[in-house]
């Protein structure tokens, strides 16, 4: 549930010199309005950062080579399809168009290969009608080539073997018996090339512990519970240049639905890779397994009948993973979760967008989800156009850093009450350098709780939106005594208050507030104080500190006081 209350209180200011204490002052005319009003607006994709308050674009506009400028001027885009991809072809990033799974003009069979050729093979030592007919005579090591065809078989591999397909649009492995599994690689290492694996009831490439798979140009579609799953721990899979889509929940059990799933100690690499319709996750890593992902698009993945979520990436229980050069695309409710027991993820190069809420009732929409101590860093990561709160992070000992990064245009959620960039609470902290919070609805930078703390640098927080109240807008909402550091920022253009402080404490340092509605509120007993520097200062418990070098242009009105209601909490997962 959402907690939505007025804080009633008044506005106690203060304004000393060096490190003395604070005295309150009398309360601020509230339509007493900013004197200053000559800061013209910066255009979009910069602020007025550094010393000399010039417009400048931030280090989060520099876009690399597979991606392009964001049409709102903030950051940048992915270069993918707009629409999902077919058959046997696969989103790439930096590509608009499909590019092809295989390539069927490539020199078929390879030499020295036991060939598969279906009914029309003449069988002997080196010819065989079905997959598992080679497999059965095959030494360590063999080839297998498989002309085109739809073979249905469920294949078993116990020793170093490679299957190559002529290309995955001309051999499909087809699904039999209600709990089938394409293929199962119990011992060994398997190179697994140029097929289509589809209509597995089951899973469509399982890996047993200590066991090991190479999957390359490879189309797994429409199979079940997982395309590729290393369920038992201890094994080893890498994906290249495949697609995984449309992998739905088991009809045994009604779990799954993943697109990967890596769990108890497992390894997973997946390079060039597209994830698009599975249920309930794309990539799944639990339980102290690893993955590295570059390349992947993850797009289009959907809550099963089991699970409210459609989660793009989850990283969870212990997990460790990597992501670099990705787009996390219209997943549902979450498109990356990070939680429990210290699981991390580094992230560069990641482009996060569109997330929506769940049918039937979801109102998240959100692009990164942190909690039960887990750690994330990014550096360039792109968050567009999601939803309730674009990234949350939750409960104590968990850690995001970002840099050169952008959260832009969060919209609300399904109720239409909140849309906040970027939210910490319950004890998380944040680090922000080199990060804009642009365009969201209610709050763009929300902290609260005893315990929670942020520190932006070099930050922009601007064109902050209300809520279809309409009420908030605010740029900076810190409350519920919570922490936050403002250190070479702006905060301007915001519907409301560009800087709302509860009982809270608050740094703001060469902090340029300006072009709200209402500068800076300071409420609740909360003290002001005006220093000349803030280096090595810690706030008091409800103090806010001020240098003189932070100042407050262009506001309708500079402070506030009285009764104004304030956001609150939202649920955190």
Known sequence: MRLVGALVVALVAAACSGGGASAPAAPVDATTPDAATTDEACAPGSARLGSSAACVRGPWAECGADHDPAPSGWGCRDRTPSEPCTGATREAVGSAACVPVGDCDAPFPPPGAIIVDGASAVVDATHKRTIGAAIAVAAPGTVVAVEAGSYAENLSLDRDVTIVGRCPAKVSLQGTGLAAQGIRVLSGRAVVRGITVRNQPAVGVSVAPFAAVELEDVVLEDNGMAGVSLSDGDATAKITRSVIRGTRQSSVSGEGGWGANAQAGSTLT?????????????????????????????????????????????????????????????????????????????????????????????????????????????????????????????????????????????????????????TVQEGAAADLFDVAIAGSHEVGLAVFAKGTRVRAERTAIVHTKPNLGPAFGNGVLVTDDGLVELVDVEVASNYGIGVAIGPAAAILSLARVRSNTVGLYVQDGTTLREVGSADGMTPAAREVIVTTDSPLVGNGTRFTAGVVPLPAPIVAK
């Open 270 to 422: 997946i390079t060039d890779v597209a994830f698009s319709g599975n249920q309930s996750s794309g990539v799944r890593l639990s339980t102290q397994s690893k993955g590295t992902l570059d390349g992947v698009v993850i797009r289009g993945t959907r809550r099963n009948r089991v699970y409210d979520f459609g989660r793009g990436l989850s990283v969870i229980r212990g997990a460790r993973a990597k992501m670099t050069r990705s787009a996390l695309l219209d997943n549902a409710e979450v498109s990356i979760v990070v939680g429990d027991d210290g699981a991390e993820l580094e992230m560069n190069d990641v482009v996060v967008r569109d997330t929506v809420p769940s049918e039937g009732g979801g109102i998240f929409g959100r692009a990164l989800n942190l909690f039960g101590g887990a750690k994330v860093e990014g550096t360039r990561v792109w968050i567009h156009d999601n939803r309730d709160a674009a990234v949350m992070v939750a409960e104590v000992g968990s850690h995001l850093t970002l840099r050169s990064s952008v959260v832009s245009g969060t919209a609300l959620d399904r109720d239409g009450q909140v849309g906040r960039g970027v």
